[in-house]
């Protein structure tokens, strides 16, 4: 499966942006998507993921309450809301699809990846 993630940008502290991730090639229905980030000089970290049906979800403890993943699968689409922005939340945000079930959050679990979209947040 194809990925491209979109809808980064640059927003103040305490807004909100709602990250895209389009699925093409293969039935997406089949596949976990989980999002990632990778802030300047630090390793990529685990943010959200959600199972191939929309009904389990996991979430990284810093973004946990704030930021909501969800999919569309008649849309081949997963988002990802982030509420309440802070400037650690500043990173290059990666989505990833990993065919079959479950919600894994280790990156090694995923197959497929998109191309990052940036996202920063200004204090």
């Known amino acids: 499966v194809q990925l491209q993630a979109s809808g980064g940008g640059l927003v103040q502290a305490g807004g909100s942006l709602r990250l895209s991730c389009a699925a093409s090639g293969r039935t997406f229905s089949n596949y976990a998507v989980g999002w990632f980030r990778q802030a300047p000089g630090k390793e990529r970290e685990f943010v959200a993921v959600?199972?191939?049906?929309?009904?389990?979800?996991n979430y990284a403890d810093s973004v946990k309450g704030r930021f909501t993943i969800s999919r569309d699968n008649a849309k081949n689409t997963v988002y990802l809301q982030m509420n309440s922005l802070k400037p650690e939340d500043t990173a290059v945000y990666y989505c990833?699809?990993?065919?079959?079930?479950?919600?894994?959050?280790?990156?090694?679990?995923?197959?497929?990846w998109g191309q990052g979209t940036q996202v920063t947040v200004s204090s």
């Open positions: 990833a699809a990993r065919e079959g079930r479950g919600t894994p959050t280790r990156q090694e679990a995923f197959g497929s």
């Open positions: 959600i199972n191939w049906s929309g009904g389990s979800t």
